[in-house]
């Protein structure tokens, strides 16, 4: 079966950096578009960052320039590689892997952006 787990969540202060890493098994990983999403409480999940099979990316302009999506298919992961954090990148983020209409998401893992 499909398996996507997070990790690399926690506490970091407003202006600090985070890694989140989402291993994936059960899929060809390959050819699949890989993205991160986000929930704060109270408000919907929203796109981070994408990453398709081909390498191209795209971000929610709020991250431009301060989040990194990236892709090693030999080790089957994608990361997000956070930076100048904000309180208001609080939530839970979600690790998602789509093709052709079909997405799988894993349980997710809460950033806290807090002094």
């Known amino acids: 079966q499909v398996q996507l787990v997070e990790s690399g969540g926690g506490l970091v202060e407003p202006g600090g950096s985070l890694s989140l890493s989402c291993a994936a098994s059960?899929?060809?990983?390959?050819?699949?578009?890989m993205g991160w999403y986000r929930q704060a409480p109270g408000n919907q999940r929203e796109l981070v960052a994408a990453?398709?099979?081909?390498?191209?990316?795209n971000y929610v302009e709020s991250v431009k320039g301060s989040f990194t999506i990236s892709r090693d298919n030999v080790k089957k992961t994608v990361y997000l590689q956070m930076t100048s954090l904000k309180p208001a990148a609080t939530a839970v983020y979600y690790c998602?892997?789509?093709?052709?209409?079909?997405?799988?998401w894993g349980p997710g893992t809460q950033v806290t952006v807090s002094s």
């Open positions: 998602s892997a789509e093709r052709r209409g079909t997405s799988y």
């Open positions: 059960g899929i060809i990983f390959s050819i699949n578009t």
């Open positions: 990453i398709t099979s081909s390498g191209s990316t």
